[in-house]
């Protein structure tokens, strides 16, 4: 391969920059932050970074500035641009929810008819009116979505929530939840067989990492009579590792357990009469 590099476009700064520069350093990739810089080169690995304002992402992707882009969904269907979405990175977690003042009693989409909402998704406010037959003005502004009722300017909002706090703090309630949203990678679609090439190694690594963060290590003691029930218990990649301990009649049994089902097997492990049970977590798995 010649000088072919992969242009990557993330967040300069807000709440995607630090989980995205550390999804690439999970990768394995080194890029340099430097304050106010618009790009950067990794030093290890084919790659381009460019450090943008989130909404501009689509746009740059779609007209090739950048060829992929870490952005969140709701940015990405609010923009609808001519881009693919490639892959869910999992971090920057968040909902486009409606919320309406504490005191009023929602009983539906309908009792939108007529209302002034505000927010910075006029599309995505607009989509979901229509898919539910209502009628209301949607006002766009572009930050502080929250403090529109309280100053009289809407008597809705639709704006992302992660904790709700915020829009407890200012005597909202949600009541509707148009979109879920978390970081994804996005493509250009017409992506040059070189560019493909390193994508596909970037998501490669993505992929792994990804699935070791959904998966703990496991390190058990186990009495050998009781061996044959705790290994039915564990899924292991294969099965289980057993390996005679010192002391006699004793083994060990390592194994990989998913995030979700952990709780589960480790009291199950117990019941069974697993002891020193160790739990660690995995850098990387590829399978
Ligand atoms: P920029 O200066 O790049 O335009 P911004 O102010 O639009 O930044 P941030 O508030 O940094 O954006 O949010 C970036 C993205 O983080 C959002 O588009 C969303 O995908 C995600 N996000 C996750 N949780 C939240 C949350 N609680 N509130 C807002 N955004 C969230
Ligand atoms: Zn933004």
Same mark, same amino acid.
């Given at each position: 391969?010649?000088?072919?590099?992969?242009?990557?476009?993330?967040?300069?700064?807000?709440?995607?920059?630090?989980?995205?520069?550390?999804?690439?350093?999970?990768?394995?990739?080194?890029?340099?932050?430097?304050?106010?810089?618009?790009?950067?080169?990794?030093?290890?690995?084919?790659?381009?970074?460019?450090?943008?304002?989130?909404?501009?992402?689509? +746009?740059?992707? *779609?007209?090739?500035? &950048?060829?992929?882009?870490?952005?969140?969904?709701?940015?990405?269907?609010? #923009? /609808?641009? =001519?881009?693919?979405?490639?892959?869910?990175?999992?971090?920057?977690?968040?909902?486009?929810?409606?919320?309406?003042?504490?005191?009023?009693?929602?009983?539906?989409?309908?009792?939108?008819?007529?209302?002034?909402?505000?927010?910075?998704?006029?599309?995505?406010?607009?989509?979901?009116?229509?898919?539910?037959?209502?009628?209301?003005?949607?006002?766009?502004?572009?930050?502080?979505?929250?403090?529109?009722?309280?100053?009289?300017?809407?008597?809705?909002?639709?704006?992302?929530?992660?904790?709700?706090?915020?829009?407890?703090?200012?005597?909202?309630?949600?009541?509707?939840?148009?979109?879920?949203?978390?970081?994804?990678?996005?493509?250009?679609? +017409?992506?040059? *067989?070189?560019?493909? &090439?390193?994508?596909?190694?970037?998501?490669?690594?993505?992929?792994?990492? #990804? /699935?070791? =963060?959904?998966?703990?290590?496991?390190?058990?003691?186990?009495?050998?009579?009781?061996?044959?029930?705790?290994?039915?218990?564990?899924?292991?990649?294969?099965?289980?590792?057993?390996?005679?301990?010192?002391?006699?009649?004793?083994?060990?049994?390592?194994?990989?357990?998913?995030?979700?089902?952990?709780?589960?097997?480790?009291?199950?492990?117990?019941?069974?009469?697993?002891?020193?049970?160790?739990?660690?977590?995995?850098?990387?798995?590829?399978?």
């Amino acid at each position: 391969m010649g000088q072919a590099k992969l242009k990557l476009a993330i967040q300069k700064s807000g709440r995607l920059h630090d989980d995205s520069m550390r999804l690439l350093k999970e990768c394995g990739i080194d890029v340099t932050n430097g304050v106010n810089k618009l790009k950067s080169e990794a030093s290890n690995f084919p790659l381009e970074v460019f450090f943008l304002r989130d909404d501009d992402i689509p +746009q740059y992707v *779609e007209d090739a500035v &950048a060829d992929i882009g870490f952005v969140g969904e709701n940015v990405v269907y609010e #923009k /609808k641009k =001519k881009i693919d979405v490639t892959e869910k990175l999992g971090f920057g977690k968040c909902r486009l929810s409606i919320a309406v003042s504490k005191g009023e009693n929602y009983t539906g989409p309908g009792f939108l008819n007529n209302k002034r909402i505000a927010t910075s998704y006029p599309v995505l406010v607009e989509d979901f009116l229509k898919a539910n037959n209502v009628k209301a003005e949607i006002h766009e502004i572009s930050g502080s979505v929250e403090i529109a009722p309280g100053i009289g300017l809407a008597e809705a909002i639709c704006d992302l929530v992660s904790s709700g706090s915020t829009l407890f703090m200012n005597g909202l309630h949600e009541v509707e939840t148009i979109l879920q949203s978390q970081a994804v990678l996005i493509k250009n679609q +017409q992506l040059g *067989e070189e560019q493909q &090439a390193i994508l596909n190694k970037l998501l490669f690594r993505i992929q792994a990492v #990804k /699935k070791a =963060k959904n998966t703990k290590y496991v390190l058990l003691n186990a009495p050998n009579e009781k061996l044959e029930e705790i290994i039915s218990l564990l899924p292991g990649m294969k099965s289980p590792t057993v390996l005679p301990l010192a002391e006699k009649g004793w083994s060990s049994v390592h194994s990989v357990l998913s995030e979700s089902e952990f709780w589960d097997i480790i009291e199950k492990l117990k019941a069974a009469g697993a002891q020193g049970i160790l739990v660690v977590p995995i850098e990387k798995m590829i399978i």
